[in-house]
């Protein structure tokens, strides 16, 4: 044992300072915090968005138009889409549980099929909702389109 390799038993040692427990301590008198202002208060917690007083951010900018409380949002899948998913599953029907399973659209979205692209087998395609060019290429290529029923749409909401 030297002189040099010596050190205090663990636990005996505190790290912490200990604030606000007069001047010798050097953390007494406002405690590391500063001298006045909110953040020099007991009870003090920062308001989200707050800047010191100035007009926050979300408050400055502009709102412009309106968001209705009643969209409907849907997940669109094109028809490229489909094609190659009929040519990898080898099944000429589509659902949305199918779409599910294969990891297209999430469990709670409402599918819409969109226009893009081009049907080259007739198929058959259950969603919640068509776009008219799609449904048009859907028949032209022989295939059938299903809306899906209210009540299931309402339980996917």
């Known amino acids: 044992m ?3 390799t010596l050190k205090p038993a663990p636990g ?3 790290t912490g300072k200990r604030l606000g427990r007069g001047e010798g301590s050097g953390m007494g008198g406002t ?24 007009m926050p951010l ?11 409380p ?17 040519e990898k599953l080898g099944s000429t029907t589509i659902t ?10 999430s469990k709670n979205d409402l599918v819409k099929i969109l226009g893009r692209g ?17 449904k048009a290429a859907i028949e032209k290529a022989g295939g059938k389109t299903t809306d899906v029923p209210l009540a299931a749409r309402k ?3």
């Open 96 to 105: 949305v549980e199918l779409l599910k399973s294969n990891g297209l659209v």
């Open 155 to 157: 339980a996917v909401e």
């Open 31 to 54: 405690s590391t915090r500063g001298n006045k202002g909110a953040k020099s208060r007991s009870g003090y917690s920062r308001k989200l968005g707050f800047e010191g007083g100035q």
């Open 58 to 68: 979300q408050r400055r900018v502009p709102k412009y138009g309106f968001n209705s």
């Open 12 to 14: 005996s040692v505190k």
């Open 70 to 86: 009643n969209r409907v949002e849907y997940k669109g899948i094109n028809l490229d889409t489909l094609q190659t998913l009929v």
């Open 118 to 134: 081009e049907v080259k087998s007739a198929i058959q395609v259950s969603a919640h909702a068509f776009s008219e060019t799609a």
């Open 2 to 4: 030297k002189l040099h």
